[in-house]
């Protein structure tokens, strides 16, 4: 049987999920960039793609509420994107406030180049697609359930 851990093995670094979460962020940022750099992306610019290769014309408060950023940091990324030609920024002519961004022909023509760099995650990660989907569904889920709890 095993026994209960001790308050000094719940306090041990390698036994926190925040940390091991944390890290397998870091590990992947790292292993991204490279891979981005040939794309001309940031990591953060990779994933307002991804949005928008999946779903384009977008608003800007629904790119924020799928990528959990806040307009303060979205504004600017989107800036770049639309000076390195990859997206357009159209103001609603209905309610002004609203922001749809769309992909430029450069932006749609970029995600051909991109389709290489989920094969270099699963390469480099050893797992097989299921193990890697069901890790992704596990982490989905913690994600909802720590968001709900916050």
Not at 11 to 25: E, G, I, M, P, R
Not at 85 to 100: C, P, Y
Not at 113 to 130: D, K
Request: proline share 4%; charged share 20%; hydrophobic share 45%.
């Amino acid at each position: 049987m095993r026994t209960a851990p001790t308050s000094d093995d719940l306090l041990k670094l390698d036994n926190q999920l925040c940390f091991a979460v944390y890290s397998a962020s870091l590990a992947m940022t790292r292993l991204y960039k490279p891979l981005l750099e040939k794309l001309n992306l940031t990591y953060p610019q990779y994933l307002v793609m991804l949005a928008l290769w999946e779903r384009d014309g977008l608003m800007v408060s629904e790119l924020g509420t799928q990528l959990s950023l806040d307009s303060g940091t979205l504004t600017p990324l989107l800036k770049r994107l639309e000076a390195n030609g990859l997206v357009s920024r159209l103001r609603d002519v209905a309610d002004e406030r609203r922001v749809h961004v769309t992909l430029t022909p450069a932006g749609r023509k970029l995600k051909a180049q991109a389709a290489s760099v989920p094969g270099c995650l699963l390469a480099a990660s050893q797992c097989s697609i299921s193990e890697l989907m069901g890790l992704t569904r596990q982490l989905q889920t913690l994600r909802d359930r720590v968001k709900a709890a916050a």
